[in-house]
């Protein structure tokens, strides 16, 4: 038996009830999306499929570009920067292999909902599930790209060793942050059709302020710059295990800092506008 | 367990946000400048698309939505179906839903007709085990035979509303729910659909089906609820009720 009851109208002093009562559906609908794995895991699978579907490298695709890309620019930035190749270039690799994944979150989490307008206007699935569907496709991709690194390893003769294992909770750190914050951002996306453009603008800025194509070490004194870069800690917690070494407790510090400020909107804008998406899109 | 659908003082209000108020900017500017810049960016036109609805559906009753466009129709079909949580009023539900209001929901072109089936189920809240359980009984229905192994995209209109019509019976939906559906297929699979709709309700489950042929109304449904400008304007029999709309109906 469903018991569907209005979302508005209610005179002040039933706010608090209807505040439980919408966290209550909230929670209901992450937990409701997660029962349904097997829709969001075919979805997303699909969603890769047909992106190289009839094209010749196939899924193969993204990880060309990406290894060309490193290649290049490793080779330009060592010798601009004065670096030694065997350091910078593994470096510079896993940086964008996490970038790639975190910024992906961002730039791909306005089209959750205003992307899946004919699901949700036609039948009642958990919002969840969009979002569930969405970090498993990148999650695809990233293990696509990854394939880079274990060749860069290969070939600079590098073994980061038993810590490099610390790069799995690392990786689960940013897949949870990344999924919440898409959340949030698929929902203010619904209501308001220029948030995309204004995170993609954002985006571009923080690569560029984060050590990806720079070592944290040339920043001689500003360290502030990094320091303050919740990026930078994310982006740390698995590059650093990937190339041998540990992440600072700073870094977890920080991410985990992160986490609580993500849960926090995440839940407060989807439990009051969670009824709303559908009238938005 | 008998299904059940009632509707208690429903409303449903669609503000439309002029792209004006669709940019955060202008949203910004308008409060910082207290009113005086941008005074066009928060126009807001409500529709009203439901008004105090009440309806109370039983096991067994099989429902004609008729009006004029723009009465209603779509948007109580879509609160039946969860879609929009009302803005007012309570939705009490019992049975499985399954909305058909797009013959292409969940479709993925480049996969296979049995892809698809599966897809769709998995749409509907099915296991897989369950969905290969009645596989055959769809296969069947459907006599697409072995174009169930090729790419939906090869597929005709028709053959599209027989794999999804099938998919959508075949998991024993408690409440069904139709809008206005292209009925592309031919006599023979338009019997046997009927005939399928007819068993499945008898079966102490609901129709509710929105159309604008008041022929496949009367054929499909035992009642009627006439909406006009988003609200009830009758319900009753079918037979009064399609009368008393084609009276008005004809008359203008």
Same mark, same amino acid.
């Given at each position: 038996m469903i018991q569907r009851n209005s979302i508005e109208g209610n005179p002040s002093n039933e706010q608090i009830e209807l505040g439980r009562r919408r966290r209550a559906s909230a929670w209901t609908d992450i937990v409701e999306g997660i029962a349904l794995w097997r829709l969001w895991f075919r979805l997303g699978w699909n969603d890769i499929l047909q992106r190289y579907r009839r094209s010749v490298l196939g899924p193969f695709w993204l990880t060309a570009s990406m290894a060309i890309m490193v290649v290049t620019l490793g080779v330009l930035?060592? %010798?601009?920067?004065?670096?030694?190749?065997?350091?910078?270039?593994?470096?510079?690799?896993?940086?964008?292999?996490?970038?790639?994944?975190?910024?992906?979150? $961002?730039? %791909?989490?306005?089209? $959750?909902?205003?992307?899946? %307008?004919?699901? @949700?206007?036609q039948i009642r699935l958990p919002f969840s599930i969009y979002v569930y569907r969405s970090s498993w496709a990148k999650l695809i991709v990233f293990a696509h790209n990854?394939?880079?690194?274990?060749?860069v390893l290969i070939y600079f003769q590098i073994w980061p060793g038993a810590v490099s294992l610390l790069a799995v909770p690392g990786l689960m750190l940013i897949v949870l942050n990344g999924t919440i914050a898409s959340l949030t951002i698929g929902i203010v996306s619904a209501?308001?059709?220029? @948030?995309? +453009?204004?995170?993609?603008?954002?985006? +571009?800025?923080?690569?560029?302020?984060?050590?990806?194509?720079?070592?944290? %070490?040339? $920043?001689?004194?500003?360290?502030? @710059?990094?320091?303050?870069?919740?990026?930078?800690?994310?982006l740390e917690i698995v590059r650093a295990p990937l190339l041998g070494n540990l992440p600072s407790a700073?870094?977890?510090?920080?991410?985990?800092?992160?986490? $609580? @400020?993500?849960?926090?909107?995440?839940?407060?804008?989807?439990?009051?506008?969670?009824?709303?998406?559908?009238?938005?899109? | 367990?008998?299904?059940?659908?009632?509707?208690?003082?429903?409303?449903?209000?669609?503000?439309?946000?002029?792209?004006?108020?669709?940019?955060?900017?202008?949203?910004?500017?308008? =409060?910082?400048?207290?009113?005086?810049?941008?005074?066009?960016?928060?126009?807001?036109?409500?529709?009203?698309?439901? =008004?105090?609805?009440?309806?109370?559906l039983k096991a067994g009753d099989?429902?004609?939505?008729?009006?004029?466009?723009?009465?209603?129709?779509?948007?109580?079909?879509?609160?039946?179906?969860?879609?929009?949580?009302?803005?007012?009023?309570?939705?009490?539900? =019992?049975?499985?839903?399954?909305?058909?209001?797009?013959?292409?929901?969940?479709?993925?072109?480049?996969?296979?007709?049995?892809?698809?089936?599966?897809? =769709?189920?998995?749409?509907?809240?099915l296991t897989p085990s369950e969905i290969e359980e009645r596989m055959p009984d769809i296969v069947e229905f459907t006599e697409l035979g072995d174009y169930l192994d090729i790419p939906v995209r090869t597929y005709s209109s028709g053959m599209m509303t027989r794999l999804t019509f099938a998919v959508a019976t075949c998991f024993s939906p408690e409440i069904l729910l139709m809008d206005e559906w292209i009925m592309a297929g031919d006599a023979g699979f338009m019997a046997k659909a009927q005939h399928r709709?007819?068993?499945?309700?008898?079966?102490?489950?609901?129709?509710?089906?929105?159309?604008?042929?008041?022929?496949?109304?009367?054929?499909w449904c035992s009642k009627a609820v006439w909406m006009e400008r988003g609200e009830i304007k009758m319900q009753g029999v079918i037979e009064t009720v399609l009368a008393a709309y084609s009276e008005e109906v004809g008359a203008t």
């Open positions: 930035y060592a %010798e601009l920067f004065n670096q030694p190749i065997d350091d910078f270039l593994p470096f510079l690799c896993v940086g964008l292999l996490v970038w790639t994944l975190i910024a992906g979150y $961002l730039t %791909e989490g306005g089209t $959750l909902f205003t992307g899946s %307008e004919s699901y @949700i206007k990854f394939v880079i690194y274990i060749g209501r308001f059709r220029d @948030i995309p +453009q204004l995170i993609a603008s954002i985006v +571009q800025i923080i690569f560029f302020l984060t050590p990806i194509f720079w070592k944290p %070490e040339s $920043l001689r004194g500003h360290a502030y @710059i990094t320091d303050f870069n919740p990026f930078f800690h994310l700073a870094n977890y510090f920080v991410v985990l800092f992160l986490t $609580l @400020i993500n849960v926090a909107i995440a839940s407060a804008f989807f439990s009051r506008f969670r009824s709303r998406i559908a009238y938005w899109v | 367990m008998e299904a059940e659908l009632t509707l208690q003082n429903v409303s449903v209000s669609f503000p439309i946000y002029q792209s004006g108020s669709r940019s955060l900017k202008k949203r910004l500017l308008f =409060r910082g400048t207290g009113g005086h810049l941008a005074t066009d960016a928060n126009h807001r036109i409500v529709v009203e698309a439901l =008004r105090n609805v009440s309806l109370s099989r429902v004609a939505l008729i009006g004029s466009n723009g009465a209603g129709k779509t948007t109580l079909l879509r609160v039946m179906a969860g879609v929009y949580e009302p803005f007012a009023g309570n939705v009490i539900s =019992r049975g499985r839903i399954s909305p058909m209001f797009d013959i292409s929901l969940g479709i993925d072109s480049e996969i296979s007709g049995y892809d698809n089936i599966r897809l =769709r189920g998995l749409i509907l809240g709709v007819q068993s499945f309700v008898e079966q102490a489950n609901i129709l509710v089906l929105a159309s604008h042929s008041l022929e496949i109304c009367r054929q």
